[in-house]
């Protein structure tokens, strides 16, 4: 019984040895962070605001990657096949992890058998906008506009299974209305149409919409989110404007592959966190409109495996296909 006591001890001790070597090794070698959209979007800038504060704790070169298309899809399935070293990561976001399984017929990954949890980092809103020259001047003109030209108007998402594309898709079933989805490859793409009249509407990503109505260069009619933005109080909730439970907020977390050693997620995890409470930091996220989370990896775990089933429903209810 003795000897079998020793054994365990021995192994209890090599395992914590080979868990602080692994931490103290980590990074060897450059770090990228893979982001499925385009530069200057919501995750893209997070990334790099981590990236920069990664590379000054450890001493390593920390980037940012931009691999876009397919709501964030390629980039997602590239970490999952990835060397599950720790230097290759993910922004990832609930279009990929989420909203994709049940809106593509067959995904290349799984969001929660290919992907190690590392922190769920930020909530953003959308918010509902639409050119200064549309006659309509709040949201009921707005639904009344579309029932008297079934089909005529237009919105602008950024891609296929994005929350942009699934709150527009909400808006549609909930008001009763019949406008037609045009997709683009992130937000900042579909700016310049949004702002020329080209396209009728659109759920923005409050990053990239919030200058723009400061300026007066759209008029904007609710968020997405539950609870009001603290960046714009005055602007209603799509829940408070007449459509009960009406929610649908990208969010983005560090994943990486399955596989990835428990003790450079833990270090990863733990910069990230200390990151996210740098005064600088927080306060260039709070500007931006972000709701910073950095839970643990086992909160976000629960947060994927909990809203899969929930969006499928919504997804089903709604019919909404990737080819929208």
Known sequence: MKAIYGIVAVLSVLQTAGHAAAQASYPEQTVRILVGFTPGVAPDIVGRLLADKFSEAWGRPVVVENVTGAAGNIATDRVAKATPDGHILLMGGNASLIFGPSIYEKLPFDPIKDFAPISQIFVAANILV???????????????????????????????????????????????????????????????????????????????ILPLMREGKLRAFAVTSIKRSAVVPDLPTMAESGYPGFEAVPWFGLMAPAGTSPAIIEKIHREAVRALAIPDVRRRLNELGLDIIGGSPTELAVVIEREIPQWAKVIKEIGIKASE
Do not use: C, W
């Not at 006659?135 to 994005?162: C, D, M, N, S, W």
């Not at 909400?170 to 009763?176: D, E, G, N, T, W």
């Not at 045009?182 to 409050?206: C, E, K, Q, W």
């Open 130 to 208: 639409v050119p200064n020259e549309t006659p309509a001047k709040a949201l009921p003109e707005l639904v009344a506009l579309a029932r008297a030209q079934p089909g005529k108007l237009t919105y602008a998402h950024a891609g296929a299974g994005t929350s942009q594309h699934l709150a527009a898709e909400l808006f549609k079933s909930m008001a009763h209305i019949d406008i037609q989805p045009v997709a683009y490859r992130g937000t900042t793409h579909l700016l310049p149409d949004l702002l020329a009249g080209r396209v009728t509407m659109s759920f923005a990503n409050i990053v990239n």
